[in-house]
Nanobody, 121 residues
């Protein structure tokens, strides 16, 4: 089985920086893309950005500039660097992974981590 575990959340003051980590455990012969989402209290979950196996990134318009996604393939880890955090960034942040391209349906996956809370005051 493949799993995701996020870490790095916490309570910070406005203007602070924070880096979240998402560790992918397990093996897969398929290519997959990893993404970050967030869900603020009382709001729907929204996409933050994604990174593919080649390291290409894409971001929601409102996130680009302050948020940066990177990966360390040797550690099977994806990071979300968040700079100049504001109270409106308060949310539960989730990591997600799903297979892309040609992948046998029997081993394809779309999974979520348990989330890590970020609170900005």
């Amino acid at each position: 089985d493949v799993q995701l575990v996020e870490s790095g959340g916490g309570s910070v003051q406005a203007g602070s920086d924070l880096r979240l980590s998402c560790v992918f455990s397990g093996d897969s012969p398929c290519s997959y893309e990893m993404s970050w989402y967030r869900q603020a209290p009382g709001k729907e979950r929204s996409w933050v950005g994604s990174i593919d196996s080649d390291g290409s990134t894409s971001y929601a318009d409102s996130m680009e500039g302050r948020f940066t996604i990177s990966q360390d393939n040797a550690k099977n880890t994806v990071y979300l660097q968040m700079n100049s955090l504001q109270p409106e960034d308060t949310a539960m942040y989730y990591c997600a992974a799903h297979t892309v391209g040609h992948c046998d349906p029997s081993i394809a996956f779309s999974i979520w981590g348990q989330g890590t809370q970020v609170t900005v005051s």
